[in-house]
């Protein structure tokens, strides 16, 4: 008797419940279409402006770079994660460093390709400030299916050099918990602060810049330290701010400077 109670509370509450569910569901699950509510994010991302939408065909069919370097799975790791697990054999053949005709390949499944998309950056479970989490590996680092909190990347920095001497420094950001910083993580798992590239040194005025080249841009000059990469570059356009109208940058920049920010990409 007392069970049969128990089941028709249970009966109650459940029609309840479903009564009450009329509310609209959190829409942050995995798989949800984000353009179809966040459109301006969306069209920026898949613009020219955002290169984090390029295609399978611009990544792996690039003469210059499958000459370089083999193709193999640590490709997808940055630039289309989600995807690592079909591997590049998926998306591209022949895996070779000269390509059939010589140097050509062919790219498949393109359909396939999702590119750095919206989750690679957002976990649409999280409940921290932008919902800024990393999918997938840190740099090409041992591969993991899932994501890590911001709060647990690892300290990002900047790579920095000085115009006066050529010494080059590694800068921790003293506060790692402002939103710049923890997008600067993001960034760096992606970004090898570290990586300049094989490509010969250059002196500019008697200074040596290093090695230019590398999937890194941030090797900045001491003026620059500090700043993290959103204080330049707007997350999902990557239009470079004007320093004359942004208040942390106008003090310096009243003046026309000239130059670069990056130096290692002079
Ligand atoms: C650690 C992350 C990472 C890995 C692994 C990686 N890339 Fe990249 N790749 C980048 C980043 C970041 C850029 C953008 C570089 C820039 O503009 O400064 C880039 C740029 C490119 C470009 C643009 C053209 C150029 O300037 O080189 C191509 C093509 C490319 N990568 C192909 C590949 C291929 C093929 C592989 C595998 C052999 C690969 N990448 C592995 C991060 C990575
Ligand atoms: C390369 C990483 C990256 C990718 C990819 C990315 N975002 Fe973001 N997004 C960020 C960062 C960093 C911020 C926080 C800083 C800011 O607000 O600009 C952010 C902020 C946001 C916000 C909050 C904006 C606000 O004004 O509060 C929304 C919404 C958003 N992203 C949606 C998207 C959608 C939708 C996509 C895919 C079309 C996407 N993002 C792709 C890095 C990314
Ligand atoms: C049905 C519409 C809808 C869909 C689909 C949707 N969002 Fe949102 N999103 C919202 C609304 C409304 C807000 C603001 C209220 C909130 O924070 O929940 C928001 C907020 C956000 C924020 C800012 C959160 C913060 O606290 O700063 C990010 C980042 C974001 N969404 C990313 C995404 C991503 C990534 C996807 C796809 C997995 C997605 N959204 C899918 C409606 C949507
Ligand atoms: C999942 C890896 C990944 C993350 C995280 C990432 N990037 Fe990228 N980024 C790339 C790759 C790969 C490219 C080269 C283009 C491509 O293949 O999509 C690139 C290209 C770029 C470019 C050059 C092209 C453009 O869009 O104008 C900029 C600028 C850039 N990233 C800035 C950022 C910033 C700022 C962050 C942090 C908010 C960030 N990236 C986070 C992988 C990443
Ligand atoms: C002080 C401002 C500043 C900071 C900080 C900064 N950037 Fe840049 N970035 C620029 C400017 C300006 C350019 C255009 C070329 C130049 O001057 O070097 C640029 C160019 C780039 C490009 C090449 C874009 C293209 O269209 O080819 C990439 C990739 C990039 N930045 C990534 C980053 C990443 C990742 C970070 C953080 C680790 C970062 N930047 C931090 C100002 C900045
Ligand atoms: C402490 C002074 C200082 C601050 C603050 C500063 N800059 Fe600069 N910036 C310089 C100097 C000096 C140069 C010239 C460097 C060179 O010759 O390479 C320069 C060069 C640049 C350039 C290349 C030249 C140009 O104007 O196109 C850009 C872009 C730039 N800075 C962007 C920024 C942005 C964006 C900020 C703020 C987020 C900023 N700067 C903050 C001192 C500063």
């Known amino acids: 008797m007392k069970k049969l109670f128990l089941g028709l509370a249970l009966i109650t509450l459940v029609g309840s419940c479903k009564k009450e569910n009329t509310e609209p569901q959190n829409p942050h699950v995995a798989n949800a279409n984000c353009g179809s509510c966040h459109s301006t994010e969306q069209s920026q991302w898949a613009s020219s402006i955002d290169f ?3 295609s399978a065909t611009d990544v792996l069919t690039n003469v210059d770079h499958n000459t370089a370097e083999l193709l193999n ?15 590049v054999t998926h998306f591209v053949t022949p895996v070779d460093q000269i390509g059939q005709p010589v140097g050509t390949w062919t790219v498949r499944n393109t359909g396939d ?8 950056c957002h976990d649409p479970g999280a409940t921290n400030t932008a919902k800024l ?3 997938g590996s840190l740099l090409d680092g041992q591969w993991s299916a899932g994501y890590t909190k911001v709060s647990a990347l690892p300290a990002a920095y900047q790579k920095v050099i000085s115009l006066s001497s050529s010494d080059t420094s590694t800068y921790f950001y003293p506060d790692q918990t402002t939103l710049a910083v923890q997008a600067t993580k993001l960034c760096n798992s992606c970004h090898d602060p570290a990586d300049q590239g094989g490509d010969p040194a250059i002196i500019v005025d008697g200074i040596n810049l290093g090695p230019q080249g590398g999937d890194s841009r941030s090797y900045v000059a001491t003026y620059h330290q500090g700043f993290g990469c959103i204080d330049c570059h707007p997350s999902h356009d990557f239009i470079n701010i004007n320093p004359k109208t942004k208040p942390s940058c106008s003090g310096c920049h009243t003046l026309t400077q000239t130059g670069k920010v990056h130096l290692n990409h002079w």
């Open 73 to 87: 799975d640590d490709c997808l790791k940055c630039h289309s994660p989600f995807q690592y697990s079909l591997g």
């Open 133 to 135: 989490a990393k999918y």
């Open 52 to 54: 984090h939408a390029l």
């Open 113 to 120: 390709w999702k590119a750095t998309k919206c989750e690679v």
